[in-house]
């Protein structure tokens, strides 16, 4: 019989990408658990909606009695756990709705999957719990947890917990560990989105700090594709590092949006630099490759242009997640920032 998998988180960015990927690739039927924070958006799920395959609840994960009523009621399978506060910047401003979401969330989940005897849990985690390396080297499943934001502090606990829940009582949980996304439908607050909005729009475009720090990038398509290989083939207990081996220095990649929207150079505005900023993130990401021969399929300046011609071509989306509270972030985020060029931002 086919199964059923809870996917919490499933309105974001890459939650969303993965229940499109797993209804087109496979038969099983997905239940949708979402708070619908900032970053959710059930617009990003217009293409399911009519799929008998797929169901979405409104609520938390941290509501134990929820999780446990939609466990029973769908009859659950599983659990791919997406759900997280997952932007650096927002994290320096506040961490309490980090620890709640990213570690109680993740606690209060395994909770009830391991009460109901759930046959896997796969946590998606994020190369940030690794911490941030100089000009050479790259994270292996075996490099030391080293936090440097409170986000990546409150990925690295929840995968603390994971782990302990592993060790302790045999609970048959998986962790990915994935490099930068990027793609259609993500929250125009992460650099990719964010710059291709402002070229588009003409204003500046805030380069934190010298603009070479380095970040590996990967589509949320490749990414969806590794988290279900690694939740039905990866093996209990293991961590999966996941890349496509595309880094890039911000300012490249800040310098490909300006080409692909056809602007120029004199929208970049140097601004005052992220606190605790990480200079370098790179993925080895072998394991995976080897074990659960999973690759990487689209190459970084093909998805940058596919994604640079989604958000051309989404304006109303666009529109719609950039009222009201983001118009408060970003004032709030950039407006007290000092413009380097001496552009305002
Ligand atoms: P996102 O911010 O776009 O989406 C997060 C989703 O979780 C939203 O739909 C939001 O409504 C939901 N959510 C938040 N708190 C919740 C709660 N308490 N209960 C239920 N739902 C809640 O994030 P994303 O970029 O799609 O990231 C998804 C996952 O992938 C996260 O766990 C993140 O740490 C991880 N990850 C992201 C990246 C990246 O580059 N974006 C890279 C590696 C790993
Ligand atoms: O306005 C900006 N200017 C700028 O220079 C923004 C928003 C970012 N940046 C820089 C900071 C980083 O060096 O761009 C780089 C990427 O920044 P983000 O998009 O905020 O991503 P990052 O901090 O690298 O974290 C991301 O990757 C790992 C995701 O947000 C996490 O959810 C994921 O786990």
Same mark, same amino acid.
């Given at each position: 019989?086919?199964?059923?998998?809870?996917?919490? $988180?499933?309105?974001? &960015?890459?939650? /969303?990408?993965?229940?499109?990927?797993?209804? !087109?690739?496979?038969?099983? /039927?997905?239940?949708?658990?979402?708070?619908?924070?900032?970053?959710?958006?059930?617009?990003?799920?217009?293409?399911? *909606?009519?799929?008998?395959?797929?169901?979405?609840?409104?609520? =938390?994960?941290?509501?134990?009695?929820?999780?446990?009523?939609?466990?029973?009621?769908?009859?659950?399978?599983?659990?791919?756990?997406?759900? !997280?506060?997952?932007?650096?910047?927002?994290?320096?401003?506040?961490? @309490?709705? &980090?620890?709640?979401?990213?570690?109680?969330?993740?606690?209060?989940? #395994?909770?009830?999957?391991?009460?109901?005897?759930?046959?896997?849990?796969?946590?998606? /985690?994020?190369?940030?719990?690794?911490?941030?390396?100089?000009?050479? $080297?790259?994270?292996?499943?075996?490099?030391?947890?080293?936090?440097?934001?409170?986000?990546?502090?409150?990925?690295?606990?929840?995968?603390?917990?994971? =782990?302990?829940?592993?060790?302790?009582?045999?609970?048959?949980?998986?962790?990915?560990?994935?490099?930068?996304?990027?793609? !259609?439908? @993500?929250?125009?607050?992460?650099?990719?989105?964010? #710059?291709?909005?402002?070229?588009?729009?003409?204003?500046?475009?805030?380069?934190?700090?010298? +603009?070479?720090?380095?970040?590996?990038?990967? /589509?949320?398509?490749?990414?969806?594709?590794?988290?279900?290989?690694?939740?039905?083939?990866?093996?209990?207990? *293991?961590?999966?590092?996941? +890349?496509?081996?595309?880094?890039?220095?911000?300012?490249?990649?800040?310098?490909?949006?300006?080409?692909?929207?056809?602007? +120029?150079?004199?929208?970049?505005?140097?601004?005052?630099? =992220?606190?605790?900023?990480?200079?370098?993130?790179?993925?080895?990401?072998?394991?995976?490759?080897?074990?659960?021969?999973?690759?990487?399929?689209?190459? &970084? *300046?093909?998805?940058?242009?596919?994604?640079?011609?989604?958000? @051309? *071509?989404?304006?109303?989306?666009?529109?719609?997640?950039?009222? $009201?509270?983001? #118009?408060?972030?970003?004032?709030? @985020?950039?407006?007290?920032?000092?413009?380097?060029?001496?552009?305002?931002?």
């Amino acid at each position: 019989m086919a199964k059923t998998i809870l996917i919490t $988180g499933g309105a974001g &960015f890459i939650g /969303s990408n993965f229940i499109r990927y797993v209804l !087109a690739e496979s038969d099983v /039927s997905v239940v949708n658990l979402d708070a619908l924070t900032y970053a959710g958006n059930l617009e990003n799920l217009t293409a399911v *909606e009519g799929n008998s395959r797929y169901h979405f609840v409104h609520g =938390r994960i941290e509501n134990s009695e929820l999780v446990r009523y939609i466990c029973k009621e769908f009859k659950v399978d599983g659990i791919i756990n997406f759900a !997280a506060e997952s932007h650096v910047d927002r994290s320096i401003e506040n961490a @309490q709705p &980090f620890v709640d979401t990213n570690i109680s969330g993740t606690l209060a989940l #395994m909770t009830i999957a391991r009460e109901l005897c759930l046959e896997r849990f796969l946590q998606v /985690s994020t190369d940030e719990v690794y911490g941030s390396l100089g000009a050479h $080297g790259e994270f292996t499943e075996e490099s030391p947890l080293a936090p440097n934001s409170p986000y990546a502090a409150a990925k690295a606990a929840a995968d603390c917990l994971v =782990r302990s829940f592993v060790h302790t009582y045999n609970f048959p949980a998986v962790i990915t560990r994935c490099s930068n996304n990027y793609g !259609a439908y @993500q929250f125009p607050e992460k650099l990719i989105p964010l #710059m291709i909005l402002n070229a588009l729009e003409n204003k500046p475009l805030p380069v934190y700090g010298d +603009g070479l720090n380095v970040r590996d990038w990967i /589509s949320a398509r490749d990414h969806s594709a590794a988290v279900w290989l690694a939740y039905t083939h990866g093996k209990i207990g *293991e961590v999966y590092n996941v +890349g496509a081996d595309s880094e890039r220095k911000n300012i490249e990649v800040i310098k490909a949006i300006l080409a692909l929207t056809g602007k +120029g150079e004199e929208l970049i505005s140097y601004v005052k630099d =992220r606190p605790g900023h990480d200079r370098r993130y790179a993925i080895d990401s072998t394991k995976i490759r080897t074990e659960l021969c999973w690759k990487p399929t689209v190459p &970084f *300046e093909n998805g940058l242009a596919e994604t640079v011609k989604w958000y @051309q *071509e989404n304006s109303e989306w666009c529109a719609h997640v950039r009222s $009201g509270e983001y #118009m408060k972030y970003y004032k709030k @985020q950039y407006g007290v920032r000092v413009s380097v060029s001496g552009k305002p931002v």
